[in-house]
Nanobody
């Protein structure tokens, strides 16, 4: 019904940058909130940040000033620009979206993309 497809993960050295993208598709009336979570091995999944349809953003303290979330509402796509990456940013990054589709609001997840930051 609704699919989220991520791209852009990979391996980068500490201090480097990566940009993740996530596109939502399906029978979508409106994408209310889009965001990113991450999960490192042995740890709980945590919110990285999110963005409303109006452009309001929210970030975890650990990424403030380094990561930027943006979105293209016309493309139902959210981006995560990650700068000054640290080894502790190594995780699987998951796109998430709260979507109005077929008259129902649901929460959807992408399949995850690996980000590895080497020291």
């Amino acid at each position: 019904q609704v699919q989220l497809v991520e791209s852009g993960g990979g391996l980068v050295q500490a201090g480097g940058s990566l940009r993740l993208s996530c596109a939502a598709s399906g029978s979508i009336s409106s994408v209310l909130v889009m965001g990113w979570h991450r999960q490192a091995p042995g740890k709980q999944r945590e919110l990285v940040g999110d963005i409303s349809s109006g452009g309001s953003t929210n970030y975890a303290d650990s990424v403030k000033g380094r990561f930027t979330i943006s979105r293209d509402n016309a493309k139902n796509t959210v981006y995560l620009q990650m700068n000054s990456l640290k080894p502790e940013d190594t995780s699987v990054y998951y796109c998430a979206a709260k979507v109005l589709a077929s008259l129902r609001i649901g929460n959807y997840w992408g399949q995850g993309t690996q980000v590895t930051v080497s020291s």
